[in-house]
Each structure stands twice: as C-alpha cells, then as structure tokens.
C-alpha cells in the first residue's frame, strides 16, 4: 500500500479493467517506477507521483457492473437542511418560518435581491430581522446584489442575521457581484457574521479559490439566481468536488452548499455524493404538506449519496 494513499488501494484494486482505464484516462495515471497494492484477489499497480487526492477524486467518477463505486473525498461533514423562503406565503412569513423551525431545519435562508444583479426584488434587513419575532432557528443571508447595495447596506444584513442571543448569521456574498471581495468578506467577520461566498452556475471554480481562508461556507448555485422552482444544473458537479479538494488538501473547516432545483431524489444525493453536505430546499420541501417528512427525506438521501449508495432515484 502506498504511504500517501491509505485506504485507496484497497478501493482501486477492486475496480475492474475497464474502470482503471477509466481512471487513467482521467490523467491519474504518472509515470515512474510502479508498486504494487495486494488486497488478496488481485493486484494493482500505482505510481508513487500520483497524489491521493488525484485518485481519490478519479475514483469517484467510475463505475463497475452498474453499481456505485465512489469515495467522498476527504471525512463526511454534517448535512444540512436549509430551507429558502422564497417559496413561502409572503403574507405570512412569520408563520411559515416557525413551520420550518418545527419541522427541524437547519437553517433558514433569506434570498435578498435588488432587482439589478437578479431580475427579481424581495425583502430588505427589516423583514429578516422582523423573523426572528417568530423562531430562534440559525439564520443565513444570500445577497443577490449589486456591489453598490453591498457596500451601503452589509452592516444591517449582518446585523439582521443574527441568531437570538447575537450568535454569528451566515451571509454570503456573490463572487460576480463584489469587486473587492476579500473586503467585504472581512467585513462580515468584523461584524459579528459568518462570511461566505456563492457561485453562479457559469463563474469558474477558480473564483473563489483566494478567498477560502476567509470564508465559513462556499455556495454553488445549481441554478441561475432569481426565481424558485428552476430545474436543477446537473454539469455543476465536477464544480463541488474541485471545491471539495481544495478545502480537504488545505485542511479547511468550510461547508459547501448547494442551492437550485434540490429535491429528495437524485439531486441531493447527486451533490452529496460530489461533496456538499448543506442543501437549500426551496420548493422541494415546501411541496410536502408536513414539512418534517420532507426535511427527514432530503437528510436521508444525502446521507444515502455521502456514503456512495446506489439506489434507485
């Protein structure tokens, strides 16, 4: 067994011909004298130039005998379930938000957009803070905005997201839409908030690879912002295990969201399986009339895609 890779030989070596193709074709494969991982039914040959995070992150993609052959890369973390509003009775949002919080959400996030960097306007700092009247469940903020509202109005969105003993709300920032980002991400933590960031479906990964030192969650959006109810962005995945590497290979405590057409079905497990462990469900939990099922559903499927289950979806 290689030194660097423990664990993976053993996975490796049950891969059938054609899924080690597969693996070398993905460029895992070096060059270099070979050794050699034994597991008692077959060998295998490695090369000492290829990092485990490189393999671990080609195996993830194969395939053998129609089943599941994966491996999250790096320890699974905590899933979550954080619900948008946006979905939600505007007429009584209040109400609705103490639903969530009795159905045992995670978190409940606000979608604040001005109408400029999303074709959409919803809710000012007011109306977040005015919420937590009606629950103590952990907010989080998502700033679909233009850098203008950022730069005026990042205090109060703060300041709104707190939890109800002052504890740190999570407020995200778009990548696209902050110009000086590592500014406004300090900003944040200077004020009492958990700084995070979010990607468009069309930004590249790269974006936010400097700013990971700064951050609490990055959010990869499966849709393009704006509206409730979009389908879901399936080539987003190759996105969230890159994300995912980088944040392992650092040694980062930083959770990764997802957000756009979640449901429990095979685009949860989808995205736990890739490496994400927080889901915002919009319209794929408010569509149960007990919105308890339907967090203990989109929780079970994740888990079921962490550990690289396959099921039918």
């Known amino acids: 067994m290689h030194p660097s890779c423990p ?27 070979a050794f050699t991982g034994n597991t008692g039914h077959q060998s295998l040959n490695l090369w000492p130039s290829v990092s485990c995070g490189a393999l671990a992150l080609a195996l993830s993609f194969t395939r053998r005998g129609g089943r599941g052959l994966r491996a999250l890369y790096g320890p699974p973390r905590e899933v ?12 009584k949002l209040g109400e609705d938000c ?19 960097f999303v074709p959409n306007l919803t809710f000012g700092p007011d109306v977040i803070a005015y919420m937590r009247n009606y629950c103590n469940t952990p907010f989080e903020t998502q700033l679909m905005v233009e850098q203008r509202c ?23 920032c778009h990548v696209e839409a902050c110009t000086h980002l590592h500014r406004n991400l300090k900003q944040i933590r200077d004020l009492g908030g958990s700084p995070s960031v979010a990607l468009n479906p069309h930004t590249p990964a790269h974006m ?9 969650h990055v959010l990869v ?49 989808e995205c736990a399986d890739a490496g994400a462990n927080c889901f915002i469900a919009g319209s ?10 339907g967090v203990q559903e989109l929780k079970s499927k994740a888990l079921e895609g962490q550990k690289g289950l396959e ?3």
């Not at 059938?16 to 270099?32: E, I, L, N, Q």
């Not at 969530?100 to 400029?116: H, T």
């Open 7 to 33: 664990g993976l030989c053993f996975m490796a070596a049950s891969m059938s011909p054609a899924s080690r193709m597969a693996v070398s074709k993905t460029g895992v494969a070096g060059t270099g004298p």
């Open 80 to 91: 979550q379930i954080i619900p948008s509003v946006l979905p939600a009775d505007f007429g």
């Open 98 to 116: 103490k639903r969530l919080e009795d159905a045992g959400v995670d978190r409940i996030q606000f979608d604040v957009m001005d109408g400029n």
């Open 150 to 172: 950022v730069d005026y109005m990042l205090p109060q969105f703060v300041e709104a997201t707190k939890g109800p003993n002052g504890e740190p709300g999570v407020v995200i």
């Open 208 to 216: 936010v690879e400097n700013v990971l030192d700064l951050v609490d």
């Open 221 to 269: 959006m499966t849709v393009n912002p704006g509206f409730g109810g979009q389908a879901y962005i399936p080539t987003m995945l190759p996105k969230i295990r890159m994300i995912r590497k980088w944040i392992v290979d650092r040694g980062l405590d930083i959770d990764i969201e997802v957000d756009g057409g979640i449901k429990a079905d095979n685009t949860i497990f």
């Open 284 to 293: 794929g939990l408010f569509a149960y009339d007990d919105l308890s099922k």
């Open 311 to 313: 099921t039918s979806v």
